[in-house]
Structures are given as C-alpha cells and as structure tokens.
Antibody, heavy 121, light 108 residues
Framework: QVQLVQSGSELKKPGASVKVSCKAS????????MNWVRQAPGQGLEWMGW????????TYAQGFTGRFVFSLDTSVSTAYLQISSLKAEDTAVYYC??????????????WGQGTMVTVSS | DIQLTQSPSFLSASVGDRVTITCRAS??????LAWYQQKPGKAPKLLIY???TLQSGVPSRFSGSGSGTEFTLTISSLQPEDFATYYC??????????FGQGTKVEIK
C-alpha cells in the first residue's frame, strides 16, 4: 500500500528540539521528492520546503531557515524534520507530502497523516 | 515571490448550489496551479492539477479553469461531502510551492 506514515504527536517545552519522521512505503522512496508543510491551529497551509531524496539536498522556504532541518534515512525510506529552539509559535500540525513528477506538474498526491507538535511550558 | 490570493475566504452555500472559488496569482504562472480539498483533521487531497486536469477518482462536478494569473475552481452541484476548505497551490519545475490562504465552504 502506497502511504506516508508520520510519527505521533509531540509535547515539548520552549527551547527544546523535536524530530518528526515520515516513513514511506509502497513506492521507491528515492524516485520522488519530499516536501514539508506546516499548518498552525485554525490556519492555512504553509510550505516549508523540500528535500531531494536522491541527493539529500534540502531547499528551505523563506521563514524556515536556521532552526529547521530536513534529513533522510534512505535505508528505511524515511524523511525527517527536526526543529530546534522550539517556540510557542511552532505549535502546528506538520505534514510530509510527496512531490510528484512532471506528469502531475509537481503537485502532491500523497500526504502523511500529519504530526501535531505542541510547544508549551 | 509569487503570492496567491483566494476569494472569498469563506462562503456559505446549500446542497445543490454551484460554487466558484477564485485564485489570483501576483504574477503569471501559466497553468502551474493545483487545487486541494481539506477536511478537519485530515491531510489535503489533490483535486486538480495543471489548472484544469481532474485527478483520477475526483468527481466530475469539480472543475478548474484559468491560466496566467486568474484561476477558478467550480463545484457544479455542491454535495454534503464537499463542505471543506479549499486551497490553491502554485507549482513550478523548481519544486517550490505557494498556497493560497484557503476558502472555507460551509453549509447554509
């Protein structure tokens, strides 16, 4: 079954770090890019960037540089999002989303279920 | 950076209504636009890509049109399961994305 399964909800204190995982199955992991999207409570979708699953090269959107790191473990078909120095405003659902190829005009057909990260003292 | 502005942000409609949502880009993006539907607590679902191509399995009451800077998503006859939030998304070959702010469709 083609799917992306993300790790569970996290509750962290300000200043801590969190690492969210996104495990792919049912397709060749390195054949598609992986994107990360943030959705704050009651807000819209915000693209954070993407990682080339062949080279490991990440591209970060404006506003997501410095504290945000995308990484991979291709041996287990998993992408990771690490956020350091957490702030209350990082409280959000984080989605991984597969980046399709030119046939679907680089949109995304496959999304993870989302991981809720709550930052609170 | 390209900005996408959706209108309206909120609309109230009845089952059977024809609904149109507009997405305007701050500069021309050809047909590099997709539409998604998101229901509460769920991940977005791809409806349309390339501005007007219906993703396989999506009901034909959904349609998209436009190119350049102005795009529309139309639901020809609103069904109960269509009450959701809809997002437009700008795409490109560099794989950078931008989303519109969303349009929430609620039951009148």
């Amino acid at each position: 079954q083609v799917q992306l399964v993300q790790s569970g909800s996290e509750l962290k204190k300000p200043g801590a770090s969190v690492k969210v995982s996104c495990k792919a199955s049912g397709y060749t992991f390195t054949s598609y890019a992986m994107n990360w999207v943030r959705q704050a409570p009651g807000q819209g979708l915000e693209w954070m960037g993407w990682i080339n699953t062949n080279t490991g090269n990440p591209t970060y959107a404006q506003g997501f540089t410095g504290r945000f790191v995308f990484s991979l473990d291709t041996s287990v078909s998993t992408a990771y999002l690490q956020i350091s120095s957490l702030k209350a405003e990082d409280t959000a659902v984080y989605y991984c989303a597969r980046g399709e190829d030119v046939l679907l005009w680089f949109s995304s057909l496959l999304w993870g279920q989302g991981t809720m990260v709550t930052v609170s003292s | 950076d390209i900005q996408l502005t959706q209108s309206p942000s909120f609309l109230s409609a009845s089952v059977g209504d024809r609904v149109t949502i507009t997405c305007r880009a701050s500069q021309g993006i050809s047909s590099y636009l997709a539409w998604y539907q998101q229901k509460p607590g769920k991940a977005p679902k791809l409806l349309i890509y390339a501005a007007s191509t219906l993703q396989s399995g999506v009901p034909s009451r959904f349609s998209g049109s436009g190119s350049g800077t102005e795009f529309t998503l139309t639901i020809s006859s609103l069904q109960p399961e269509d009450f959701a939030t809809y997002y437009c998304q700008q795409l490109n070959s560099y794989r950078t994305w931008t989303f519109g702010q969303g349009t929430k469709v609620e039951i009148k």
